[in-house]
Structure formats: structure tokens, C-alpha cells
């Protein structure tokens, strides 16, 4: 009787496995099985807010193919490995591609489409030159106009040599956007390569190439460089064809790919412009915020650092640019659609990727900003460093720094600190953190092949402008603690604190030319003219507490932009 009973017991358990196998396939073939049970009429029932009436409805499950795909989910391609943008600490060690090349036919069909893009770009010279024309026009007088017309904005670089420049104009590096994956894409030999050099006018390339082209030893792009209003335009106008998300991070990001083979780096609005970071919140649990990301940006230009990456804002249909036109299976599975019948999706990361904190949209427009990605590590290796002056990112503990007083005398006895600009290069950073309101600067990175003679790059400022009511006073400690700024910075901050030159003036003017404007109410604007009044109060105290040639590095003399910071 026993052995009968067990008989059973193991038979029902072998049942209920088959069953949950079956389920799961049935599961997995679900959406094959709704693209071909889909008649004309069956993509309406999805959602018609997503589609105009003259569009093609699609549902759920369909997916655009070319020609040749075939059907369900397309076979991955490869993403194009000359551009990375990341903030991770590790993003200095390896570059890896998104997706895998579809087959040799549709490398070379896509070559073939990329020279064709290169040369309808020569017939096309006058739109690079008036591509901001759909930007916002600002009427009337221009303040930013007559400040980048001050001596302060017109400070020449030193002459550069091939040892200054990013990319060599006449050297065999390939730019092959289907290289992903493929080792040989450094062989003279491969002719299905897209070289800037040599093959064509560089006139004719894409802007995105233009500008990783255009980086040098002191900045990633030039201060007048018409190449940054068409990059811009071409962020928030570019068909978008393919949505990957970025793997790590604390919260969800989007790698958008374009027609161009351009791509950025896409956050989504989360917080609406009116809202602050709650107080009780940690500086390390706070949202991301697309509008910093923009402001950060346009903050970074009026300072002439010149270290922010392009980034501009773009509302972005959610169905037919992300969900329709992604390759990322774990993403498409969690759209859904709201009680209030809005498109949501929420995707993985650490925080906030969640039901309950989904991405909804209007009913399926969500704005976003967009940030141009860097060139890609393969070919432009970036070396990460911790920040001297990083947050503990701990609910009890404090960093050494909050508790020494002296410790600035250490780290300037510290490589790359003893040597170069790179201690005053923290000093800027501090400043420009601080006009912000951003504590979350744990990391930043170099291009390795100038070595410790370089300017710092400011990615990731998505936890800037979060608080306009509360200046928080531990981000200048820095620049407290050592004393120290270029004299070229504390000029431009003067000159930024009068009334002809009001930042916060600036700043409106400036992103009145973003197309999500306004990117920032006018509390946070006043905030900004507040806070730099204190910081210029830090560097009048230690002026007069040590003297102005012990506080103020001369950078303004022939020669001297990378000279080394004087002993103290």
C-alpha cells in the first residue's frame, strides 16, 4: 500500500513538472504566437493613443524587420563600438558591444549604407551650418553672446601636436561601425572599413564623429565650434532605430542608437521640474534627473570648462521609439499599459526599476535628456579615478575628509595631485558640484593617452539640481580645505557675480535654446546666483587668510596651462 501511495506521489510530482514546463514554453512562444494570430485590426487593440490614423498599427508583439529577418525576435546586430559613454568605475577596463553582427550580407549592406549617408552629407554642408535653426531663437540683446565676446572667452590653446589630439588625422585607425566583435577591425586590408581619413572630406562625416574627432589634451570640444549646435539638433531629431538597456548603474538608462549610427546615452524624466530631492532621503538613494543632466551641461559651457559631454532634451514616444524599435527582450517585457491607460515600462537596474516605480507616459510621450556618447574605449581608452574627496555612501559612516581638517595636505603629496593641474582640476569640479548641488562625484575619468596632463571629464550629473532651498555647504570642503583655484576660473566666476553677466540670466538664456525648455524653474536659477556668492566668499577668506599668489595659480601666461602647481 505504502509503494502504491509513493508510486503516485512520484507520478503527480512528474505531472505538475510537465504542466510547468508547458506553461513556461507556451509563455515564451506567446509572442509569436499573437504576431501571426494578428489581423489588420488586432494592433488597435493595444493602445490607439500610440498611433496616428494613417499609421500602421502594430501590437504588442510585433516587430519592425528588414528585409530578410526573420521572423519573432530578430537576430541581435551589433551596436557600433566607437562610442561609450559610462560612469561606472570599472568603465576604464573593457568596452563590449550590445548586440552580435547579424551576417556578412548585412555588414556590408550596412557599409554600403554609411557611405552612401557620407555622401549625401557633401550635398547637405548648409544644413550643419544652420542646424540649430529649429532651436528656440532668444530675442533681442543675447547676454551669452556678448560674454563669450569677453578676453576671458578667448584665451587661445596651446599649438597641438599629434601627441595633443584624441585621433590623428592621418593615422590607420579604422572608424567601422559594424566592427563590433571583430578583432580585424584594426587591418589595413578590411575594405569594408569606414575610415575618417584620407577617403574623404572630414566635412562630410557625421556630426557625433566630427565631435569625438574635434577632443583634444584641453577640451572635448572647441568654445565656438558650430559641430556643437548640429550635434544638438542631431540628438533630439535622428531617427532613433535601435534601444538597448545600459548594463549597471543604480538606475534605469537607455542606449539609443541612431540613423546615423550616432548614439546617446537617454535619461527619463522621473521627478517633475517643480519637485525637490525629500529630505530624508540619502544623497546616494536620490533620483536621477533628466533636466540636471541639461542644465549641467549648458552650467559647464558658461564656465568655459568645456567637460560635460553634449546633452539636450527630446520627448521621445515610448511606443514607437523604444519599445517598437528594441532588440532587448528583458526591456520589451516590462511594458504595460496604467489603470489610466498610459504606455509604461521600467526595465532593470538596482533602484527604482519596478511596478511601482514605472516610467509612464502622456499617454506615450516622456521626455528624456540625451547625452552624446564618448568614443568608444577600444579606441580611446579612459582611465578612472577615485575621487580624493568621495562620499562614504554608507547611512552612518563618514569619509576621511569629513572628519580632517588637513587632509588636502595629504592628498597633495598624492600622484597625480603633487604634479600638473590636476589638484586645481578637482577644484573646478568642486565648483561646478557645488553650483549644482550634486554630492553624488564618487569617480571621474581621463583619456589615458594624454596621461595625468589633462582635464577631468564630468560625466554623470543626473543627481544635480535636486534641492534649491539648501546650499550643501560639504561640497565646497575641497576647496576650503586646499585653498587653491586656476586664476582663469576665479575670474570667470567674478565676472559670472555682476549684474550684466547674472549667471542665473545666463543660464535661462542658455536653455531657452533646449527643446524641453523651461529645463529649470527660477528657484534653482536663484539658487545658482546664491551659491556661487558663497563660493567666492571660500576663496575670499583664503585669500586673506594666505594671500592671493598662494591661493590663485597664474594660468594665464603664455605656457603655463599645464605648468606645475607651485609648493606650499
Same mark, same amino acid.
Given at each position: 500500500?505504502?509503494?502504491?501511495?509513493?508510486?503516485?506521489?512520484?507520478?503527480?510530482?512528474?505531472?505538475?513538472?510537465?504542466?510547468?514546463?508547458?506553461?513556461?514554453?507556451?509563455?515564451?512562444?506567446?509572442?509569436?504566437?499573437?504576431?501571426?494570430?494578428?489581423?489588420?485590426?488586432?494592433?488597435?487593440?493595444?493602445?490607439?493613443?500610440?498611433?496616428?490614423?494613417?499609421?500602421?498599427?502594430?501590437?504588442?508583439?510585433?516587430?519592425?524587420?528588414?528585409?530578410?529577418?526573420?521572423?519573432?525576435?530578430?537576430?541581435?546586430?551589433?551596436?557600433?563600438?566607437?562610442?561609450?559613454?559610462?560612469?561606472?568605475?570599472?568603465?576604464?577596463?573593457?568596452?563590449?558591444?550590445?548586440?552580435?553582427?547579424?551576417?556578412?550580407?548585412?555588414?556590408?549592406?550596412?557599409?554600403?549604407?554609411?557611405?552612401?549617408?557620407?555622401?549625401?552629407?557633401?550635398?547637405?554642408?548648409?544644413?550643419?551650418?544652420?542646424?540649430?535653426?529649429?532651436?528656440?531663437?532668444?530675442?533681442?540683446?543675447?547676454?551669452?553672446?556678448?560674454?563669450?565676446?569677453?578676453?576671458?572667452?578667448?584665451?587661445?590653446?596651446?599649438?597641438?601636436?599629434?601627441?595633443?589630439?584624441?585621433?590623428?588625422?592621418?593615422?590607420?585607425?579604422?572608424?567601422?561601425?559594424?566592427?563590433?566583435?571583430?578583432?580585424?577591425?584594426?587591418?589595413?586590408?578590411?575594405?569594408?572599413?569606414?575610415?575618417?581619413?584620407?577617403?574623404?572630406?572630414?566635412?562630410?562625416?557625421?556630426?557625433?564623429?566630427?565631435?569625438?574627432?574635434?577632443?583634444?589634451?584641453?577640451?572635448?570640444?572647441?568654445?565656438?565650434?558650430?559641430?556643437?549646435?548640429?550635434?544638438?539638433?542631431?540628438?533630439?531629431?535622428?531617427?532613433?532605430?535601435?534601444?538597448?538597456?545600459?548594463?549597471?548603474?543604480?538606475?534605469?538608462?537607455?542606449?539609443?542608437?541612431?540613423?546615423?549610427?550616432?548614439?546617446?546615452?537617454?535619461?527619463?524624466?522621473?521627478?517633475?521640474?517643480?519637485?525637490?530631492?525629500?529630505?530624508?532621503?540619502?544623497?546616494?538613494?536620490?533620483?536621477?534627473?533628466?533636466?540636471?543632466?541639461?542644465?549641467?551641461?549648458?552650467?559647464?559651457?558658461?564656465?568655459?570648462?568645456?567637460?560635460?559631454?553634449?546633452?539636450?532634451?527630446?520627448?521621445?514616444?515610448?511606443?514607437?521609439?523604444?519599445?517598437?524599435?528594441?532588440?532587448?527582450?528583458?526591456?520589451?517585457?516590462?511594458?504595460?499599459?496604467?489603470?489610466?491607460?498610459?504606455?509604461?515600462?521600467?526595465?532593470?537596474?538596482?533602484?527604482?526599476?519596478?511596478?511601482?516605480?514605472?516610467?509612464? %507616459? !502622456?499617454?506615450?510621450?516622456? =521626455?528624456? /535628456?540625451?547625452?552624446?556618447? *564618448?568614443?568608444?574605449?577600444?579606441?580611446? @581608452?579612459?582611465? +578612472?579615478?577615485?575621487?580624493?574627496?568621495?562620499?562614504?555612501?554608507?547611512?552612518?559612516?563618514?569619509?576621511?575628509?569629513?572628519?580632517?581638517?588637513?587632509?588636502?595636505?595629504?592628498?597633495?603629496?598624492?600622484?597625480?595631485?603633487?604634479?600638473?593641474?590636476?589638484?586645481?582640476?578637482?577644484?573646478?569640479?568642486?565648483?561646478?558640484?557645488?553650483?549644482?548641488?550634486?554630492?553624488?562625484?564618487?569617480?571621474?575619468?581621463?583619456?589615458?593617452?594624454?596621461?595625468?596632463?589633462?582635464?577631468?571629464?564630468?560625466?554623470?550629473?543626473?543627481?544635480?539640481? %535636486? !534641492?534649491?532651498?539648501?546650499? =550643501?555647504? /560639504?561640497?565646497?570642503?575641497? *576647496?576650503?580645505?586646499?585653498?587653491?583655484? @586656476?586664476?582663469? +576660473?576665479?575670474?570667470?566666476?567674478?565676472?559670472?557675480?555682476?549684474?550684466?553677466?547674472?549667471?542665473?540670466?545666463?543660464?535661462?538664456?542658455?536653455?531657452?535654446?533646449?527643446?524641453?525648455?523651461?529645463?529649470?524653474?527660477?528657484?534653482?536659477?536663484?539658487?545658482?546666483?546664491?551659491?556661487?556668492?558663497?563660493?567666492?566668499?571660500?576663496?575670499?577668506?583664503?585669500?586673506?587668510?594666505?594671500?592671493?599668489?598662494?591661493?590663485?595659480?597664474?594660468?594665464?601666461?603664455?605656457?603655463?596651462?599645464?605648468?606645475?602647481?607651485?609648493?606650499?
Amino acid at each position: 500500500m505504502k509503494m502504491i501511495l509513493f508510486r503516485k506521489f512520484r507520478v503527480l510530482i512528474l505531472m505538475v513538472f510537465l504542466i510547468a514546463c508547458t506553461m513556461h514554453i507556451m509563455i515564451d512562444l506567446l509572442p509569436k504566437l499573437e504576431r501571426r494570430a494578428a489581423g489588420p485590426s488586432a494592433g488597435n487593440s493595444a493602445c490607439s493613443c500610440s498611433h496616428r490614423p494613417s499609421e500602421e498599427p502594430q501590437s504588442w508583439g510585433k516587430q519592425r524587420l528588414r528585409p530578410g529577418a526573420e521572423s519573432g525576435w530578430p537576430n541581435k546586430h551589433t551596436l557600433r563600438i566607437l562610442q561609450d559613454f559610462s560612469n561606472e568605475p570599472s568603465s576604464n577596463l573593457t568596452s563590449h558591444s550590445l548586440e552580435k553582427i547579424t551576417g556578412p550580407g548585412d555588414k556590408t549592406e550596412t557599409f554600403k549604407r554609411l557611405e552612401q549617408y557620407a555622401r549625401n552629407e557633401e550635398s547637405k554642408k548648409h544644413f550643419i551650418h544652420n542646424a540649430g535653426a529649429e532651436s528656440v531663437p532668444v530675442q533681442g540683446f543675447s547676454r551669452l553672446s556678448s560674454l563669450f565676446e569677453q578676453p576671458l572667452y578667448k584665451i587661445p590653446l596651446p599649438s597641438l601636436t599629434d601627441e595633443d589630439t584624441l585621433f590623428n588625422v592621418n593615422t590607420d585607425i579604422r572608424f567601422n561601425p559594424k566592427a563590433a566583435e571583430e578583432q580585424e577591425w584594426q587591418n589595413e586590408g578590411h575594405k569594408e572599413e569606414f575610415s575618417p581619413t584620407g577617403e574623404s572630406s572630414v566635412d562630410t562625416y557625421p556630426n557625433w564623429l566630427r565631435f569625438h574627432i574635434g577632443i583634444n589634451r584641453y577640451e572635448l570640444y572647441a568654445r565656438h565650434s558650430p559641430i556643437m549646435d548640429a550635434l544638438l539638433n542631431d540628438l533630439v531629431t535622428q531617427r532613433i532605430t535601435s534601444v538597448a538597456m545600459k548594463s549597471g548603474g543604480t538606475q534605469l538608462k537607455l542606449i539609443m542608437t541612431f540613423q546615423n549610427y550616432g548614439q546617446a546615452l537617454f535619461k527619463p524624466m522621473k521627478q517633475t521640474r517643480e519637485q525637490e530631492t525629500p529630505p530624508d532621503f540619502f544623497y546616494f538613494s536620490d533620483f536621477e534627473r533628466h533636466n540636471a543632466e541639461i542644465a549641467a551641461f549648458h552650467l559647464d559651457r558658461i564656465l568655459d570648462f568645456r567637460r560635460v559631454p553634449p546633452v539636450a532634451g527630446r520627448l521621445v514616444n515610448m511606443t514607437k521609439e523604444i519599445r517598437d524599435v528594441t532588440r532587448d527582450k528583458k526591456l520589451w517585457k516590462t511594458f504595460f499599459i496604467s489603470p489610466a491607460n498610459n504606455i509604461c515600462f521600467y526595465g532593470e537596474c538596482s533602484y527604482y526599476c519596478s511596478t511601482e516605480h514605472a516610467l509612464c %507616459g !502622456k499617454p506615450d510621450q516622456i =521626455e528624456g /535628456s540625451l547625452a552624446a556618447f *564618448l568614443p568608444d574605449l577600444a579606441l580611446a @581608452k579612459r582611465k +578612472t579615478w577615485r575621487n580624493p574627496w568621495r562620499r562614504s555612501y554608507h547611512k552612518r559612516k563618514k569619509a576621511e575628509w569629513e572628519v580632517d581638517p588637513d587632509y588636502c595636505e595629504e592628498v597633495k603629496q598624492t600622484p597625480p595631485y603633487d604634479s600638473g593641474t590636476r589638484l586645481l582640476d578637482i577644484m573646478d569640479m568642486t565648483i561646478f558640484d557645488f553650483l549644482m548641488g550634486n554630492m553624488d562625484r564618487h569617480h571621474y575619468e581621463t583619456f589615458e593617452k594624454f596621461g595625468n596632463d589633462t582635464f577631468i571629464i564630468h560625466l554623470d550629473n543626473g543627481r544635480g539640481f %535636486g !534641492k534649491h532651498s539648501h546650499d =550643501e555647504a /560639504s561640497i565646497l570642503v575641497p *576647496l576650503s580645505q586646499c585653498c587653491r583655484v @586656476k586664476k582663469s +576660473t576665479h575670474l570667470r566666476l567674478q565676472l559670472l557675480a555682476r549684474e550684466e553677466f547674472k549667471l542665473s540670466t545666463l543660464m535661462a538664456e542658455s536653455l531657452l535654446r533646449d527643446r524641453l525648455t523651461p529645463v529649470l524653474i527660477q528657484p534653482h536659477l536663484e539658487a545658482m546666483d546664491r551659491r556661487l556668492r558663497l563660493v567666492l566668499k571660500v576663496l575670499s577668506d583664503c585669500i586673506e587668510k594666505e594671500g592671493y599668489t598662494a591661493v590663485v595659480e597664474d594660468d594665464l601666461e603664455a605656457g603655463s596651462t599645464h605648468t606645475a602647481p607651485r609648493d606650499r
